[in-house]
């Protein structure tokens, strides 16, 4: 017993997540609080250079210990991330174009094997969209992925398409909430890719956002709708909303817990969105910092006014 109501026993079914670190598993408050969600994804231990520090090097360890938490509390578990620009290995910077190419295919199939019939959905290609795209049409950014292997997103999806037919292959990326430049661009991006045929069935939406920053409120439900339209699957995979300059304001939690409830509410009215994810459990432990104050839980692991509002949300829908 908790002391408070769990999310996940009002979620009928739906997805409600967070990102976890097996840093904090002994910490019993935390474990209590992981318990309100029905899913799970790995803050940083199955990312490329988490798993494959040393080329040709496979360690699981971390990554596994994450998924096994989530099965002994009964969570589903998603993966994050197979290619992405960070978080990767300086062995892999360095490589010449070709070889390059070979380690993000072994990379992809190596650790989709270890995991089949275990996570069945992954986050293939992380970021690779650049924030200056404003909507007409869209930059890559030039990373050192792009600049050596320019298709690799192609790549990376076809390959994880062959190895594993039936995971569900995600492409994720930030400022893309709402219906706006970048976000504008992502949606074209992914369109072109559906119609080239490169094997995508969905898009993370990861939703980092603040009270000052949040221009794209209103427009969460049409984008979700749109994707929806495209034929694509649609997350909100690392969401989290920092109060910035107001965060002594005494209605700010009040503040935040809308900014949560107005994305959750967009996400439940479209069935194509079948999964919402916060980026941690307690402030403190948060990447954006506790002073942030961006999650459901306190740095004590006890729920705020904001798992309340989405907690409610879940009640009442
Ligand atoms: O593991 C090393 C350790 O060996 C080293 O001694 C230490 C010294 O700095 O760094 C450790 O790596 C850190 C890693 O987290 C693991 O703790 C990195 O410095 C640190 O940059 C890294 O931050 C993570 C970041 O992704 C990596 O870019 C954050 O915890 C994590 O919350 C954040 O998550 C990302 C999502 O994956 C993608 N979307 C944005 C989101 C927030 O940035």
Redesign the pocket.
């Known amino acids: 017993a908790n002391g408070y109501e769990l999310l996940r026993d009002y979620s009928k079914g739906f997805r409600i997540g967070a990102?976890t670190n097996t840093i904090h598993y002994s910490n019993s408050n935390y474990n209590n609080a992981m318990k309100a969600f029905n899913y799970m994804v790995a803050?940083?231990a199955c990312?490329f250079v988490s798993i494959q520090g040393t080329k040709g090097k496979f360690n699981f360890n971390d990554c596994d210990n994450h998924l096994k938490k989530a099965q002994e509390l009964g969570m589903d578990f998603r993966g994050?991330?197979l290619v992405w620009h960070?978080?990767a290995p300086k062995w892999l910077e360095n490589e010449d174009a070709n070889t390059m190419k070979n380690s993000i295919i072994n990379h992809i199939t190596t650790v989709l094997k270890h995991y089949e019939g275990k996570i069945d959905t992954w986050d293939v290609v992380?970021?690779a969209i650049d924030d200056s795209s404003n909507g007409n049409g869209w930059n890559m950014r030039k990373s050192f992925l792009y600049n050596k292997v320019p298709n690799f997103i192609d790549i990376a999806f076809q390959t994880a398409r062959q190895v594993s037919p039936k995971t569900k292959l995600f492409y994720?990326d930030?400022n893309t909430e709402g219906i706006w430049g970048k976000s504008e661009s992502v949606y074209q991006f992914v369109a072109d890719l559906k119609k080239r045929n490169i094997p995508i069935d969905g898009v993370g939406i990861?939703y980092?956002v603040s009270l000052e920053n949040n221009p794209r409120f209103d427009k969460i439900n049409d984008l979700i709708s749109r994707y929806c339209k495209l034929g694509v699957e649609v997350h909100i995979t690392?969401m989290d909303v920092s109060c910035d300059k107001n965060c002594w304001a005494s209605d700010v939690e009040q503040q935040q817990g809308k900014v949560f409830t107005n994305a959750l509410q967009a996400c439940l009215n479209n069935s194509c969105c079948t999964g919402f994810l916060v980026?941690?459990i307690g402030d403190n432990d948060s990447?954006i910092g506790g002073d942030k104050k961006g999650l459901l839980f306190n740095s004590n692991y006890q729920p705020k006014s904001q798992y309340t509002a989405v907690l409610n949300l879940l009640k009442s829908t």
């Open positions: 990102a803050e940083n990312k994050h991330a960070s978080m992380n970021e994720n930030y990861q980092h690392e980026w941690g990447w």
